[in-house]
């Protein structure tokens, strides 16, 4: 076995398969992920849902800040 064929860029190569693999595995993940989150919120209009309780939410808070005075003046 040569130098060469166990040394890409100064590291071994099976750091630069691990490395691949991790990578992978993280993109596929986070693809899985978004699709799952993407389908739930198709379903039964959790979307909805989920966007108007954060605008009621937006809101209150909107509203409450309004209230509140500069502490310089």
Do not use: C, H
């Not at 991790?22 to 978004?34: D, K, M, R, W, Y």
């Amino acid at each position: 076995m040569s130098m060469e064929s166990t040394v890409k860029n100064g590291e071994p190569v099976t750091y630069w398969m691990f490395r691949n693999l991790v990578s992978t595995v993280q993109i596929l993940g986070t693809a899985v992920a978004f699709a799952a989150i993407v389908v739930w919120s198709l379903t039964d209009g959790n979307g909805l849902k989920v966007w108007e309780m954060y605008t009621v939410f937006s809101t209150a808070v909107s509203d409450w800040a309004q209230q509140l005075s500069y502490p310089w003046g």
